[in-house]
């Protein structure tokens, strides 16, 4: 948030719900750093993101993508994805700071000519949706962004418009996933609050900085998807969650 003096005084913190609260966390180098510091994943947390990776590269190859392009991509993990496919990246990020170092990455390992980044808003692709490449993108929703987001439906429902495939990957509903989470988070922030009841029949975590993280239980997600008109094209899962290929039905 913006703003110094009597102004700043009288603003009203914003709704839990509201990209404000969203923007405060993701888009400040601080809360986003923390939450996704290696030095804070536990054991479980790497394997669902082993599966994530590997269910993406699956999805290129099997969908015949011809870039892949990671929301929230933060350090670039799909940018290995991409490599590995032979096809371009972009990686799309809200906070600049981490834009500022995946360029800086891409400079350093001479991929210029197949990688690029973009700061946007994962909720709003079509302000920057002509600037990805390819014209069959993979586009990839990593490490719960889904879940992340103040509004899952308003995201879906945008890149639904702009067709491609969609790799989306979420935590599941489980008491042992919610354990992890706890274990995750508590290690990123302070003032993490107990999980409350999600809207897609898993666990809510809040915590400082207006952080918040929802998961899915697989009935509710189905049905989330249904409602946004994607349909499954393949579902990978591990004890902590899933990753779902979907396209426009």
């Not at 990776?53 to 991409?82: I, Y």
């Not at 809200?94 to 001479?110: F, H, K, Q, T, Y």
């Not at 308003?154 to 495939?165: E, F, K, S």
């Amino acid at each position: 948030m913006t703003g110094t003096g009597l102004l700043a005084a009288t603003q009203s913190p914003p709704h839990p719900l509201s990209a404000e609260h969203l923007d405060h966390f993701y888009r400040d180098g601080s809360g986003a750093c923390a939450i996704m510091s290696v030095a804070h994943f536990p054991d479980e947390i790497l394997t669902f993101l082993q599966m994530e990776c590997l269910a993406a590269f699956k999805t290129a190859v099997a969908e015949h993508c011809d870039a892949v392009v990671e929301l929230g991509c933060f350090d670039g993990r799909a940018l290995e994805v991409a490599r590995a496919a032979g096809v371009p990246y972009c990686g799309v990020d809200i906070n600049s700071g981490a834009v500022a170092a995946l360029r800086e990455r891409i400079c350093d390992e001479g991929l210029e000519a197949q990688a690029t980044t973009l700061v946007g808003d994962a909720q709003e692709s079509v302000r920057w949706s002509t600037h990805v490449p390819g014209r069959r993108p993979l586009i990839v929703l990593p490490f719960n962004l889904l879940g992340n987001l103040p509004d899952p439906r308003r995201a879906l429902l945008g890149l639904r418009a702009l067709g491609g495939t969609v790799l989306i990957s979420v935590f599941n509903e489980q008491p042992r996933t919610t354990a992890v989470r706890r274990a995750y988070y508590a290690r990123c922030m302070t003032g993490l609050a107990e999980p409350a009841e999600g809207r897609y029949g898993g666990a809510v975590f809040r915590g400082a900085q207006g952080f918040r993280s929802e998961s899915f239980s697989a009935p509710a997600l189905h049905r989330l998807l249904r409602e946004c008109g994607l349909e499954i094209r393949s579902e990978t899962a591990n004890r902590l969650g899933r990753s779902l290929t979907v396209g426009r039905a």
